[in-house]
């Protein structure tokens, strides 16, 4: 419901849904029913999918250490470098685009 909420208002600010995406946390490596009915409601959305890193995570935060560079080749690391990597090329959209304005 939360997310409906959101999204609406995104459509009442004329938010483009191209740049929406939909983050599902903690998710498993089966598709569960709540993935399947989240592709369903958001059609029209990225889903992007976070694998569930408990574990992993309380270690790294516990030793100082980041749990991308630590554990790479995790499915958690994977998904986050590949959500950054996306979500970088709109920040470097961004730069451009501002790079010749001064203050």
């Known amino acids: 419901a939360a997310a409906r909420r959101w999204l609406n208002i ?5 938010y483009p849904r191209s740049k929406t995406i939909c983050l599902v946390n903690r998710s498993r490596s089966a598709p569960s029913t709540i993935e399947t009915q989240l592709a369903h409601f958001f059609g029209g959305l990225q889903l992007w999918k976070i694998p569930n890193a408990y574990k992993m995570l309380q270690d ?9 560079f630590k554990y790479p ?27 010749g304005n001064t203050l």
């Open 10 to 14: 995104f459509d009442d600010l004329d």
């Open 60 to 68: 790294c935060l516990a030793k100082g250490q980041t749990a991308v």
């Open 73 to 99: 080749r995790q499915g958690y690391s994977k998904a986050m470098m590949k959500l950054s990597q996306y979500l970088g090329q709109y920040i470097e959209r961004a730069d451009d685009q501002t790079s």
